[in-house]
Structures are given as C-alpha cells and as structure tokens.
Antibody
C-alpha cells in the first residue's frame, strides 16, 4: 500500500522560499504523476503542479513563475519550492499521487498535509 | 481554465436520508471527474474517479454519475461518518481544478 509522508518548514517570512518534500513508500514511483495541492484556511483546494519520474513537469499558470517541482528517484521523493512567498501563500499543503485513467491522472493517495504560515 | 461550481454550498440532512450533490463544469471534462471526501483535520479521500468508478474500499452507498459538464455524487443512505465536505475535481485539462466544496451537515 502506497503511503506519502511529507515535511518542510512551517513558518516563513515574506519573500522567503517555501520548501517541502514528499517521500513515497510502497508502490511504483515510475508509473505515476506526483502532485502538490494547497488549501488556504477556510477555502477550497488549488492544484499547484505535478512531476513524473523522468522529471517532466506541469504547473498551474497562476503560480508557474514562482514554482519548481523536482524529483529524486534514488530516494522516491519529490519536492516543492515556491519562491517569494506572501501571506496569500499561507495554506495547508498536500502531496498526492496521480493514478492513470485513460492517459489522465486522478489523485488517489494523499500525504498528511503540512501547514505553512507566512508572517513577518 | 475549467471552473467547477458545486451546489449546494451546504446540505443539511439526517442519517438514513439520501444526499445528492452537484458539480457543474464551465466546459466539457468528458468523464475526467473525481469526487473527494474531506473531514476536519484530514487529507481529502478519493471516493469516485472517472465520474462513476468507486475507488478501492469505498462503500457502495456512494455513487457518481454524469458526463460532459454536469455531474452528481449520490449517497444513498447517509451514515454519521458521511457528514463532511465533498470536493469535485476535473483532471482532464490542465490546470486541474476543484470545486469550492459542499458541506454535508447533520440536520
């Protein structure tokens, strides 16, 4: 059974870079896409971007200029960097696995979530 | 970007009743639509993918239907553990988007 465990700094100052990592335990790392999603307090979910095992990425245009998602296949991990954070980036951040449905990928396994607060 | 609109925003029902949640897309997503359940302090849990396929371990009281732009999640007989927030999500076109959620609360 696949499990995702995520970690990273929870308190940032404006203009700093958010960095989170998600480790994948069990299952096949190479047959899925791996996503980051966030949820601001009291709001809905926002997809940030995804990566596959070969490093091919796809980002949400609303965040593309500040987002980098990377992968370390030797450790079955993938990471999120979000630069120049502001209070608007305060949210609960999740990593998730994308499983294939006819070429497209739905998110079937989620990490436990990491709360990130941006405050001066 | 495909906008998903969920209705109602809040649904108040009693255990044993039938719940019908709606998700409407601003453009066709074919059947690339998923439903998630989220309880306070927990990550979303996949219920339905492909508009109508139940995920592993999901009880058969949960069912999904629809295609194109109009989708429905039905819970046939509500149990107390079903009261939560439900999100729909389209994964057929990037950026993948979510609805704003429907809160299912005990009446």
């Amino acid at each position: 059974q696949v499990q995702l465990q995520q970690w990273g700094a929870g308190l940032l100052k404006p203009s700093e870079t958010l960095s989170l990592t998600c480790a994948v335990y069990g299952g096949s790392f190479s047959t899925s896409y791996w996503s980051w999603i966030r949820q601001p307090p009291g709001k809905g979910l926002e997809w940030i971007g995804e990566i596959n095992h070969s490093g091919s990425t796809n980002y949400n245009p609303s965040l593309k200029s500040r987002v980098t998602i990377s992968v370390d296949t030797s450790k079955n991990q993938f990471s999120l960097n979000l630069s120049s954070v502001t209070a608007a980036d305060t949210a609960l951040y999740y990593c998730a696995r994308g499983s294939e449905h006819m070429v497209y990928y739905y998110m079937d396994v989620w990490g436990q979530g990491t709360t990130v607060t941006v405050s001066s | 970007e495909t906008v998903l609109t969920q209705s109602p925003g809040t649904l108040s029902l009693s255990p044993g009743e039938r719940a019908t949640l709606s998700c409407r897309a601003s453009q066709s997503v074919t059947n690339y639509l998923a439903w998630y359940q989220q309880k306070p302090g927990q990550a979303p849990r996949l219920l339905i993918y492909g508009a109508s396929s139940r995920a592993t371990g999901i009880p058969d009281r949960f069912s999904g239907s629809g295609s194109g732009t109009d989708f429905t999640l039905t819970i046939s007989r509500l149990e107390t553990e079903d009261f939560a927030v439900y999100h729909c999500q389209q994964y057929g076109s990037s950026p993948y988007t979510f609805g704003q959620g429907t809160k299912l609360e005990i009446k």
